[in-house]
């Protein structure tokens, strides 16, 4: 038989892209021509979207299934919710908003069968504010370094995993995840095909900009722990300069007498300020860290999952309200 497929989509107070949404998810769906579910997932909208996708569930049995979250737990740990009730063999991930086209669904499949664990998607004229383009664009070059992956777009999120990816994501623990990177963890074949963009269909941006800066650094952290080695070497290498100045000053004050070395008071300030700054900066990186630590440590759910509507594949799945 061929292997299935599972379509997971977050929701967040996208009421007015749902039914758009559906129709076109439920006809690449069925294009497959291989058993399917669409999971639903809705991440504590106040919108009355958590109703609709009940509605869904339920006139459309058997193919779709909604996950309702209490609350707004964020689009990565939904998914991760929506992946522990997956039973495809082969689980693709898009926006709900439209902006990624359902119809690359098949394309993303194929391309697992060829036998890649991850395929991600390259946004071809991308449809986005000319800040968050920039922004991509550094943060994909950022993880491309540290990572060795060379993919080129970590923000898109319709992708596909191999069942085998997603069991060994969901048994992190991490509260703060950026599901991209986790994948690369265990991934053996990974590529990336070039899929259509367009603007958001209705509504606004759910990531707020303290949401969207809070994302990178769970990006970030959730990487590599190389930036806090990184602060180590330019603590060294500010020490360093800091002593040849302060030796440069002491000549100095030798050379002009100590009425030159009174005058120079403001070039101190200078340096201190640099000083103070570069301590901030690695403060609050390092807050990053241990807050997100601190998170993990307190092993709070990640979800509260409230109801599920539906049964998909053929088959009732253990219904896990927290992980
Ligand atoms: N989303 C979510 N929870 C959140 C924020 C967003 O489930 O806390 C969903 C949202 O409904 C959409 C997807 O994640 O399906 C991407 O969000 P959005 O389109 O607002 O992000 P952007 O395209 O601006 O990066
Ligand atoms: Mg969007």
């Keep these: 038989m061929r292997s ?5 989509v977050p929701v967040f107070n996208e009421r007015d892209n749902l039914p758009e949404l559906l129709r076109r998810t439920l006809a690449a769906g069925r294009a497959l021509g291989r058993p399917w579910e669409l999971i639903l997932i809705d991440d504590g909208s106040r919108d009355g979207s958590d109703e609709m996708l009940s509605q869904y ?13 209490y609350r707004n737990a964020g689009q990565h740990n939904a998914i991760l919710c929506a992946f522990a009730h997956a039973q495809g063999d082969i689980l693709v991930t898009l926006d709900a ?23 991600g998607s390259m946004r071809q004229d991308r449809q986005d504010a000319a800040f968050r383009k920039i922004f991509s664009g550094m943060v994909n070059l950022m993880v ?38 986790l994948a690369n963890l265990f991934a053996k074949r990974v ?29 970030l952290t959730c990487m590599t722990a190389g930036p806090l080695r990184l602060l180590s070497w330019v603590g060294i290498g500010i020490s360093a300069l800091s002593l040849a100045f302060a030796a440069l000053l002491l000549v100095l004050r030798f050379v002009y007498g100590a009425e030159w070395a009174g005058q ?39 979800y ?4 599920v509507v539906g049964e998909t594949l053929g088959e009732r799945s253990a219904a896990r309200t927290t992980a």
């Design 4 to 8: 299935s497929v599972s379509v997971v």
């Design 57 to 69: 569930a339920r006139e459309h049995a058997g193919e779709v299934k909604a996950l309702l979250l």
């Design 97 to 119: 908003d439209l902006q990624n086209p359902p119809e690359e669904i098949g394309r993303l499949v194929e391309k697992i069968e060829e036998g890649f664990d991850v395929v």
């Design 144 to 181: 491309r370094r540290s990572t060795g992956v060379i993919l080129h777009d970590y923000g898109c999120m319709l992708r596909a995993y191999r069942r085998k990816v997603v069991e060994a994501m969901l048994t992190c623990r991490e509260r703060s995840t950026f599901i991209p990177v």
């Design 191 to 219: 590529t990336e095909i070039p899929v259509g963009h367009a603007e958001r269909a209705a509504g606004t941006s759910k990531y707020s900009f303290y949401k969207l800066i809070n994302l990178q650094f769970d990006l």
């Design 264 to 302: 120079g008071v403001f070039t101190l300030f200078a340096v201190l300020f640099f000083f103070t700054g570069a301590q901030f900066v690695a403060l609050g990186l390092m807050g990053e860290y241990v807050g997100r630590i601190h998170g993990d440590v307190r092993e709070r759910p990640r």
């Design 304 to 307: 509260l999952l409230d109801r």
